[in-house]
C-alpha cells in the first residue's frame, strides 16, 4: 500500500517551454502533497508544500510563479515549471502523507528528471 | 527550526562487514526520526523509523537504528553489508508545523561496498 506514481520519470525540454509534472497517490488519499528538488549529489531541498484545494506553500527562495502547484484533489497534485530554462534542470521529487496520519512519514514518489536544453 | 547533520559525506566498507552511519539532529523536543534509502536516479525508500517507544528499531533489509536522547543521535546500522547496500542513504526529522508533519533531510551519505 502507500504507493505514490511521479509522471514524466524524464523530460526534455527546449529553455522557454513550459513542463509539467503529475503526483499522484495511487491506493490512499493525501491531503497533503510535498514537492522537492534534488540537486546532483545533494540533499532533498524542499521547494513547497501542497495542500489540497488550496495554495501551495513555498519554502523562502521559491519562486512561486516559476514553480505553479496545483493539488486539485486528494490523489493528484501538479508541479508545472515555467519558462524553463537550463539552470531548471534537476531530480524533482514528490512525496505524500497519509490523510488523517500526523506521524511525518512520507511515501516518495519515483522522481522526475528534468532536463532543459 | 529542526536540523539533521550527517556527518560522513562518503563511506567504504567491504562487503560482509559491519556498518553505522551517523545522524545527529537538533529539535527542542523529540522529533519523529527516518532513514531513507535511494538508489540512483529512484526516488527514496523508507527502512526504519522511530516514534516513540523502544530505542531500538528495527527495519528493512536488515538495517536497525537507536535513538539516543542524550545524543541526540539516530545512527543506522547493519551487522553485515551486503553488495546491494550500495546507496545514498538519507536520514531525516519530522516535526509539526502547522496541521501536518515537516520533514527535514540531513545531507546524505553516499555508501560504497566493496568486494
Known amino acids: 500500500g502507500a504507493v505514490v506514481s511521479q509522471h514524466p520519470s524524464r523530460v526534455i525540454c527546449k529553455s522557454g517551454t513550459s513542463v509539467k509534472i503529475e503526483c499522484r497517490s495511487l491506493?490512499?488519499?493525501?491531503?497533503?502533497m510535498f514537492w522537492y528538488r534534488q540537486f546532483p549529489k545533494q540533499s532533498l531541498m524542499l521547494m513547497a508544500t501542497?495542500?489540497?484545494?488550496?495554495?501551495?506553500?513555498?519554502e523562502q527562495g521559491v519562486e512561486k510563479d516559476k514553480f505553479l502547484i496545483n493539488h486539485a484533489s486528494l490523489t493528484l497534485s501538479t508541479l508545472t515549471v515555467t519558462s524553463a530554462h537550463p539552470e531548471d534542470s534537476s531530480f524533482y521529487i514528490c512525496?505524500?502523507?497519509?490523510?488523517?496520519?500526523?506521524?511525518?512519514?512520507?511515501?516518495f514518489g519515483e522522481g522526475s528528471r528534468l532536463t532543459v536544453l | 527550526a529542526q536540523s539533521v547533520t550527517q556527518p560522513d559525506i562518503h563511506i567504504t566498507v567491504s562487503e560482509g562487514a559491519s556498518l553505522e552511519l551517523r545522524c545527529n539532529y537538533s529539535?527542542?523536543?523529540?522529533?519523529?526520526l527516518f532513514w531513507y534509502v535511494q538508489s540512483p536516479g529512484q526516488g527514496l525508500q523508507l527502512l526504519l523509523k522511530y516514534f516513540s517507544g523502544d530505542t531500538l528499531v528495527q527495519g528493512i533489509k536488515g538495517f536497525e537504528a537507536e535513538f539516543k536522547r542524550s545524543q541526540s543521535s539516530f545512527n543506522l546500522r547493519k551487522p553485515s553489508v551486503h553488495w546491494s547496500d550500495a546507496a545514498e542513504y538519507f536520514c531525516?526529522?519530522?516535526?509539526?508545523?502547522?496541521?501536518?508533519?515537516?520533514?527535514?533531510f540531513g545531507t546524505g551519505t553516499k555508501l560504497q561496498v566493496i568486494p
Open positions: 512525496s505524500a502523507q497519509l490523510a488523517g496520519a500526523n506521524t511525518g512519514e512520507l511515501f
Open positions: 491506493d490512499f488519499q493525501a491531503t497533503t
Open positions: 531525516a526529522v519530522a516535526v509539526n508545523s502547522g496541521g501536518y508533519q515537516k520533514v527535514t
Open positions: 529539535y527542542g523536543a523529540t522529533p519523529y
Open positions: 501542497s495542500n489540497e484545494g488550496s495554495k501551495a506553500t513555498y
